[in-house]
Structures are given as C-alpha cells and as structure tokens.
C-alpha cells in the first residue's frame, strides 16, 4: 500500500513561445520508441507538474478552476494540479517530426515539464 | 535527465468478475480526494501496470496489438504495455460510488493494479 514506484523522464516539454510552436523533446536513449509517431495526428502526453511544491501533494481538496466562489471538492473530481501524484495529461496535435522533437498544438503543460509518456490518442 | 520521481498508489483496481462490476478501491487516508466524484459520470483512471517485468520498460518497439505480423513500431505511438514508464490510462463510466470504493463499467486494468491518480473526463 506504501510502496513507491519509480518514474524516470522521457523528455521535457518546451511550451510555446512568440512565433514558435510548443514542442515535446524526447531524449536520445529513447528515440526508437518514436519510430512511426509522425504517422499520428494526436498524441496523449503524460507529464509531471514539477512546479508544485512537495506539500501540494498532500492537498485532497481544491477550488473547481482556483475560483474560491466555488465550493472546494476532491481533487479526483477535479483536474486541480493539486493531486498525489501530480501527473498532467494533455492530448496535442502531431505538426511535425524533427528528429527527436516533436512539435506540436494544444500542448497544456508549463515549459520544462518532464514528460513521462506519449500514447497515441 | 536521469532524476528520477517518486509516485506513490493512491488505490488499486478490482477487475470485473463473474456477476461483479470493477471496482476503484482508493486508500483510506485519500478519501477526502473523492468528494463529489459521485457527481461525475466519466473518469481517467491512471494506473501502473504491475505485471510487467522491469526488463519490459527498456523495449521500445513492439508489434501493433501484439500482432507479429504487422512490422513493429515505436512504443510512443503505441498503446503497448511494453514502454520506459508502463502508466495506464483508462477511461471508465462511473455506476456508483460506496465509501471508498468507485464501481465502474469498461475499466482497462488488471486485477490489482495500483491507481496512481483520478481525474474528471
């Protein structure tokens, strides 16, 4: 019940900036596993929220949206980065393969994100 | 690069049975995280896929559907088990919640896996 897995990055996201596109940068030792990707038109991505602090992990009750007009309620009800496991999943548009970058649209993670999966989706 | 994260089970799948619908058993101390899920009717279920051997995280091609004759592909544009960070997504319609315990219909998961995070979906 108290075990702890281990999760190791596959890579970072680098968010969208002025002129330039979001991308998903998957790291060189696991380039193979994107063989066929650029096949897709959308991907899930899993990430880890690396900006919360450690005691945002032990909060179980959120604001729906942060709008404390709203009753709090579970984060499992919730997509509140508040969670757990603070693990994000966003679904993107494939643009492009370059390499071991992806460059991608939709992409709803901070920039340095680690990305710890990509499904298609 | 090489960091690795710590995630922690939150719960564990109950598979479906015979005469017996899956069950999501979330742990005591998370409880408080399950209030007002019973209003939902979706939910992503996020998991770890147990069964797998540690060796199964470094295979990065694998064949579509486990079906040898279609050429293998990139685990990323997959949903292989087979990847570097084996997390499960599924997406399961809610029938009811009782205590700690969410009964759900078209959960993807195998007996005993360990839930790693719930959200609205």
Do not use: C
Request: net charge neutral; proline share 7%.
């Amino acid at each position: 019940m108290t075990e702890t897995i281990e999760v190791r990055p596959i890579g970072q996201v680098q968010a969208a900036a002025e002129g330039k596109a979001a991308e998903v940068e998957i790291y060189a030792q696991f380039l193979d596993g994107l063989e066929g990707v650029e096949q897709l038109e959308h991907l899930w991505v899993l990430y880890w929220m690396h900006e919360l602090a450690p005691k945002d992990r032990q909060i179980l009750r959120a604001h729906p949206m942060g709008d404390r007009s709203r009753p709090k309620r579970g984060v499992f009800a919730l997509h509140s980065p508040m969670r757990p496991n603070p693990i994000g999943m966003t679904r993107v548009r494939l643009l492009r393969r370059e390499g071991n970058r992806l460059v991608v649209e939709d992409l709803d993670a901070r920039d340095g994100s680690p990305v710890l999966d990509l499904k298609s989706g």
